[in-house]
């Protein structure tokens, strides 16, 4: 190596105190200055050039605001030193913390990530944006395999890198198994010729679905499995055609479809065996003399409204096929002799018996002939959970086409863009920057759909109880008689324990639905 005086040094960083630092390596067998030589020559190359951008990050070692000669002492050490360490080598992994945001006590769509480091660090003056990045493990929906995303820094003013401390604020939630990464010069070591360089692996408490979960609202890639009423442009609702179930074909269908939901569970065979005594028990033919939708609401076994067979079969009224002149699915209504009935849209006779699960979940919770806003949107809510339970185990009911299915899609869609008090989980109210139809009709949660309605306080019976024990984590205290009131609509935007985040990102992909940007 050849010998060079400390004055002609010095001379030289003063000359080039404002060149930038360096994008590719003067030495192409390592990504970082080798050598003193290689020093001297990168900064001779730089010889008569006026540049803004000062070359701190890479000559100021001891971060004083000036180039100098206690740069130089420290930069001796290095002389053919090893300049890039492993960012894990100096990273502290067990203190790292990652903690997701609030605004007035409601869980935001931000991140904030602290990493503690084993020494001091120094700032850098390159673009920060280019030279760190978080990437979060994401579930594509097209695909559903992993990916890695880049989440937007929202804040990058590192103002403890002398405690060795880089804490950084992102836009979106950090799942686990994130990667943290830096370039050489994002930072620098506290009176060394060091930097930090390389990738970490974060432990988060989000797993990827619910990082995933956390990019909501998702949009739709077909608008035309949904209903006019939330996209107008789509095609016009057309309940499904074709000849009713037989008793035996509904009876096959309902084993295959809960053989299906019961799959590599220990217990399968005697709960479906369970199931199909009940479908052919004949209390409950006698209540429901129709097999398809029977088997609809056998179909409720293993589900969040599990509680509803032994309900609806318990009840006073039967349950048939007919006139609806309310325009929903199905309505109670009272008998001209007296007594009450159950009535099933007759143009649904041909629709999916699964479907008409869901309608019986919500069935089940009504008492009497009035409903109000509140008792409306309980019994949408537990609606759209269970319709989710049942696409799961056939998919094909999503992806039909048919009026019904369209409808119970527009609901499941309308509760995964929403939830506020648990976010990223699913829930009623608004998630932030909340719209639960991307591109179509204007709402901003599930719970604003039913707005309109006059609020009316009304029976609650032993079913809405045995729904919120199913919904809520164990541990959790109910009220001794839930009600259609605001309490159990809090707790139903807050719980949802019947379907993993996992199982929620498969509904959505079911759905064909698309991360909205």
């Given at each position: 190596?050849?010998r060079?005086t400390i004055?002609l040094?010095?001379?030289s960083?003063?000359?080039?105190?404002v060149v930038?630092?360096?994008s590719?390596?003067?030495?192409?067998s390592t990504?970082?200055?080798?050598?003193?030589?290689?020093?001297i020559a990168f900064?001779?190359s730089?010889?008569?050039?006026?540049?803004?951008i000062?070359?701190?990050?890479v000559?100021d070692?001891?971060?004083?605001g000036e180039?100098g000669?206690?740069?130089?002492?420290?930069?001796?050490p290095?002389?053919n030193g090893?300049?890039?360490?492993?960012?894990?080598?100096?990273?502290?992994k067990?203190?790292a913390?990652?903690?997701?945001q609030f605004?007035?006590e409601k869980?935001?769509r931000l991140?904030q990530?602290?990493?503690?480091?084993?020494t001091?660090?120094?700032?850098a003056?390159?673009?920060?944006e280019?030279?760190l990045?978080?990437?979060s493990?994401m579930?594509d929906?097209?695909?559903g395999?992993?990916i890695f995303r880049?989440l937007?820094f929202?804040?990058?003013?590192?103002?403890?890198?002398?405690e060795g401390i880089?804490?950084?604020?992102?836009?979106?939630?950090?799942?686990?198994g994130?990667?943290?990464s830096?370039e050489?010069w994002?930072?620098?070591?506290?009176?060394?010729?060091?930097?930090?360089?390389?990738?970490?692996?974060?432990s988060?408490?989000?797993?990827?679905?619910?990082?995933?979960?956390?990019?909501?609202?998702?949009s739709?890639?077909d608008a035309n499995?949904?209903?006019t009423g939330?996209?107008?442009?789509?095609?016009?609702?057309v309940p499904a055609?074709?000849?009713?179930?037989?008793?035996?074909?509904a009876?096959t269908?309902?084993?295959?479809f809960?053989n299906?939901?019961?799959?590599?569970n220990?217990?399968?065979?005697?709960k479906?065996?369970?199931?199909?005594?009940?479908f052919?028990?004949?209390?409950t033919?006698?209540?429901?003399?129709n097999p398809?939708?029977?088997?609809?609401?056998?179909?409720?076994?293993g589900?969040?409204?599990e509680p509803?067979?032994?309900a609806v079969v318990?009840?006073?009224?039967?349950?048939?096929?007919g006139t609806?002149?309310?325009?929903?699915?199905?309505e109670l209504?009272?008998?001209v002799?007296g007594g009450?009935?159950?009535?099933?849209?007759e143009r649904?006779r041909?629709?999916?018996?699964?479907?008409?699960?869901p309608v019986?979940a919500r069935l089940a919770?009504?008492?009497?002939?009035?409903?109000?806003?509140?008792?409306?949107?309980?019994?949408?809510?537990?609606?759209s959970l269970?319709?989710m339970?049942?696409?799961?185990?056939?998919?094909?009911?999503?992806?039909?086409g048919s009026?019904l299915?369209?409808?119970?899609?527009?609901q499941?869609l309308?509760?995964?863009n929403?939830g506020?008090?648990?976010?990223p989980?699913?829930?009623?109210y608004p998630?932030?920057d909340g719209?639960i139809f991307p591109?179509?009709t204007k709402?901003?949660?599930f719970a604003?759909v039913f707005?309109?309605?006059p609020?009316?306080?009304?029976?609650a019976g032993s079913v809405?109880?045995a729904?919120?024990?199913?919904?809520?984590?164990?541990g959790?205290?109910?009220?001794?008689?839930?009600g259609?009131?605001?309490?159990?609509?809090?707790?139903?935007?807050r719980?949802?324990n019947?379907?993993?985040?996992e199982e929620?990102v498969?509904?959505a992909?079911?759905?064909?639905?698309r991360?909205?940007d």
């Amino acid at each position: 190596m050849r010998r060079y005086t400390i004055p002609l040094l010095i001379f030289s960083l003063n000359i080039f105190a404002v060149v930038p630092s360096w994008s590719q390596p003067t030495n192409p067998s390592t990504p970082c200055i080798e050598d003193f030589e290689d020093f001297i020559a990168f900064a001779s190359s730089f010889q008569g050039r006026v540049i803004s951008i000062n070359f701190q990050p890479v000559f100021d070692i001891d971060s004083n605001g000036e180039i100098g000669f206690s740069d130089f002492i420290l930069f001796i050490p290095s002389f053919n030193g090893e300049i890039c360490l492993s960012i894990d080598s100096v990273h502290i992994k067990e203190q790292a913390r990652i903690e997701q945001q609030f605004v007035d006590e409601k869980p935001q769509r931000l991140t904030q990530v602290k990493l503690q480091f084993s020494t001091s660090l120094r700032p850098a003056n390159v673009d920060l944006e280019r030279n760190l990045s978080i990437q979060s493990p994401m579930i594509d929906l097209a695909s559903g395999h992993t990916i890695f995303r880049p989440l937007k820094f929202e804040n990058l003013e590192l103002t403890n890198l002398l405690e060795g401390i880089v804490d950084v604020r992102v836009s979106g939630l950090v799942g686990d198994g994130s990667v943290f990464s830096a370039e050489m010069w994002a930072f620098g070591i506290l009176n060394a010729y060091k930097t930090p360089f390389g990738s970490i692996t974060l432990s988060s408490p989000f797993s990827p679905a619910e990082a995933t979960l956390g990019l909501r609202p998702f949009s739709p890639a077909d608008a035309n499995l949904f209903t006019t009423g939330a996209y107008p442009a789509a095609t016009a609702l057309v309940p499904a055609s074709g000849s009713e179930l037989s008793e035996s074909d509904a009876r096959t269908e309902l084993e295959a479809f809960l053989n299906t939901r019961f799959s590599g569970n220990g217990e399968k065979e005697s709960k479906v065996q369970n199931a199909l005594r009940v479908f052919s028990d004949s209390a409950t033919v006698a209540k429901i003399s129709n097999p398809t939708l029977r088997a609809g609401l056998v179909s409720l076994t293993g589900t969040l409204a599990e509680p509803a067979i032994r309900a609806v079969v318990n009840r006073s009224e039967t349950v048939d096929f007919g006139t609806v002149v309310s325009g929903d699915y199905a309505e109670l209504r009272e008998q001209v002799l007296g007594g009450r009935q159950g009535v099933f849209d007759e143009r649904y006779r041909s629709e999916a018996f699964a479907l008409f699960g869901p309608v019986f979940a919500r069935l089940a919770l009504q008492e009497d002939f009035s409903t109000g806003q509140e008792e409306e949107l309980i019994g949408a809510a537990v609606l759209s959970l269970v319709a989710m339970q049942q696409v799961l185990v056939d998919s094909g009911l999503a992806l039909s086409g048919s009026e019904l299915s369209r409808r119970l899609n527009t609901q499941m869609l309308a509760r995964l863009n929403s939830g506020r008090a648990a976010f990223p989980r699913v829930g009623i109210y608004p998630v932030p920057d909340g719209e639960i139809f991307p591109g179509g009709t204007k709402f901003d949660s599930f719970a604003a759909v039913f707005a309109p309605l006059p609020s009316q306080e009304t029976q609650a019976g032993s079913v809405l109880k045995a729904y919120l024990e199913r919904l809520v984590p164990e541990g959790v205290r109910l009220p001794e008689s839930p009600g259609f009131d605001s309490e159990t609509l809090d707790l139903l935007d807050r719980y949802q324990n019947v379907l993993t985040a996992e199982e929620m990102v498969r509904v959505a992909r079911i759905l064909k639905l698309r991360f909205r940007d």
